[in-house]
């Protein structure tokens, strides 16, 4: 699905929902209070160039009363504007965060389920939902904002086209052209005027402004870019010392900036030619009016003050005409990061298609009663296309241990097929209801307490806590449990990997899961180590069927059956 096919409709496929959504009362009720504001917004801006006219015209008439009287409502119109001002930038602001907590939520609630986080990052070869952190925390906020702000300001200048139109037709009159020979009376000349200079404007500026929209989405995707670099080399701090790869890192983050640094150079050109055209046409907007009404101001047919609001109608007019070149550097992020927001969506939409509803070309995962794992025909393929398991027949049963060897890259498929988080190839895998648990080579160790930590997933209420001080010392980690309520932002970086890998196994036997993966899940642990873990395990929880993928030889004493990949 192409994301300049149709714009406009898959943008509203995306946004209709919201005020379709749980809150819908509300969110209508924000809306139209927000349209309401902009109608009385748009009656005070009426009412000021009526105000103006009076004002100049008692000038013009020495009449200090007149000037009083006019003092008097610039007050009322003052209090007014202020009012409704900043009532309707409070409503506006509600709905905006409305709309983004709705969208937000969506998508995380897609995103950040059974492994779809894992699997989006595989199925889109041209990196369509690349970084989809950024997506759902900076482009969904521009997605949103944007679009009230976009909506808004469009609604405001159509009405107000609509309001001042009248207004300077009516002052325009009737000029006459004298050919001689003929004579043509042209009614509201200065509509057509500000109609012509508007329609010019805007297709001038549009057309300057075209290369701004690719500038500003390959700005925002190298800035993804770099701070995904930035975020990667943070989070693997301790692997990149322990090899001493700061200068590769370095020359990688180098050469993500210097591309930050030609996409803002693109973008420099592409704001300096709109600013070089804005700024001649406010000047322009400004005087060109007063000049062109002049003439009937000096021959006496019209006041000072009808000149003055004429100027402002038209003013206002062209304003309201020349929304698509004011907005257009908005317009142009609001659409880049609309975008982003759609590939994202349409790449978990095409996960749910391929996955949930069972596409015959990728595995099958079927839930039974059975107390037995089932592996019926399976095959695997990279993503490349490479089958790297054919035709695998296999049962395992409850309380069953298998050991396997071999290919240790083509183990590791298998197993996040088990649970999901593969579904590239074909073949049928049967799950018993009870859980399947996957320890890979480093357990994740989320922000907070090395306590909650350890519980993850599950809550610190859910886990008995002295059990857990009993299962810290069985692994050797008695030197810990002095720091179980300690708040670190990074467990990762603190901990060595064999520590981490300690915890997994707490975690393991806490938890108690009657299916479990080991993927290399002591491989940082000394040789006697690793076997010391294994034989806690088995002893700790006799009842689960283990698979195992290790190098250790020795472990192959604590399974029934060996299968090579």
């Known amino acids: 699905m192409p994301m300049n096919t149709g714009f406009l409709l898959q943008f509203i496929q995306l946004a209709s929902p919201f005020w379709q959504s749980e809150n819908k009362t509300t969110i209508r009720r924000l809306t139209l209070a927000l349209f309401a504001l902009t109608l009385i917004q748009i009656v005070v801006a009426v009412v000021i160039t009526e105000w103006s006219a009076n004002l100049f015209n008692a000038l013009e008439q020495r009449s200090m009363s007149g000037v009083l009287t006019q003092v008097g409502m610039i007050v009322l119109i003052f209090i007014a504007n202020i009012a409704v001002t900043v009532t309707h930038f409070k409503v506006k602001r509600t709905l905006q965060l409305d709309w983004r907590n709705w969208l937000t939520a969506k998508l995380i609630a897609q995103w950040m389920s059974d492994g779809r986080h894992y699997l989006v990052t595989h199925i889109q070869s041209e990196n369509t939902a690349s970084n989809p952190d950024g997506r759902i925390a900076e482009d969904v906020r521009i997605a949103t904002e944007s679009a009230i702000d976009l909506a808004h300001s469009l609604i405001f200048c159509l009405l107000l086209l609509v309001s001042f139109s009248k207004i300077l037709w009516t002052l325009s009159g009737v000029i006459t052209l004298d050919f001689g020979l003929f004579e043509i009376p042209i009614h509201g000349h200065l509509v057509w005027l500000a109609m012509l200079y508007a329609t010019a404007a805007s297709i001038l500026g549009w057309w300057i402004g075209r290369p701004l929209t690719q500038a500003t989405n390959n700005r925002q995707n190298v800035e993804a870019n770099f701070r995904f670099g930035l975020v990667n080399a943070r989070e693997n701090s301790l692997a990149i010392s322990l090899v001493h790869g700061e200068h590769t890192e370095q020359k990688r983050f180098y050469e993500l900036f210097n591309d930050i640094i030609d996409a803002w150079k693109r973008q420099t050109d592409a704001w300096s030619h709109i600013f070089m055209f804005s700024s001649g046409h406010s000047v322009l907007l ?161 922000i907070g307490t090395l306590r909650a930590a350890i519980c993850y997933p599950l809550t610190v209420s859910e886990i008995n806590q002295n059990e857990l001080v009993e299962k810290m010392a069985e692994v050797g980690l008695t030197d810990l449990c002095e720091n179980l309520d300690e708040n ?28 479990i993966l080991l993927q290399q899940a002591f491989d940082s642990l000394d040789s006697d180590d690793e076997i010391a873990m294994l034989r806690l395990i088995c002893q700790e929880l006799p009842k689960s069927a283990i698979l195992t993928i290790t190098h250790e030889s020795r472990a192959e004493a604590f399974h029934q059956r060996k299968i090579t990949l």
């Not at 004429?310 to 020349?322: G, I, T």
């Open 286 to 446: 400004m005087a060109f009016p007063i000049l062109v009404s002049a003439p009937r101001f000096v021959l006496g047919s019209i006041s000072l003050g009808g000149l003055m609001q004429s100027a402002q109608a038209f003013q206002q007019m062209a304003s309201a005409l020349s929304w698509p070149v004011d907005n257009m550097a908005k317009i142009a992020e609001w659409r880049a990061s609309v975008e982003r927001v759609l590939s994202l969506v349409h790449a978990l939409d095409t996960l749910e298609q391929e996955i949930v509803y069972r596409d015959p070309h990728r595995i099958q995962r079927i839930q039974t009663d059975k107390q037995v794992l089932k592996l019926k025909d399976l095959c695997i393929v990279r993503l490349d296309g490479v089958v790297c398991m054919h035709k695998i027949n296999l049962d395992i049963k409850m309380g069953e241990r298998i050991l396997i060897v071999g290919n240790a890259f083509t183990g590791s498929k298998l197993f996040k097929a088990i649970v999901g988080f593969w579904p590239w190839g074909e073949g049928k895998i049967e799950l018993p209801n009870d859980e399947v648990v996957f320890v890979p080579p480093r357990p994740y160790l989320p």
């Open 488 to 515: 670190v932002e990074s467990w990762d970086a603190t901990l060595s990997r064999e520590q981490q890998q300690r915890l997994g196994i707490v975690r393991l036997l806490l938890q108690k899961p009657k299916w």
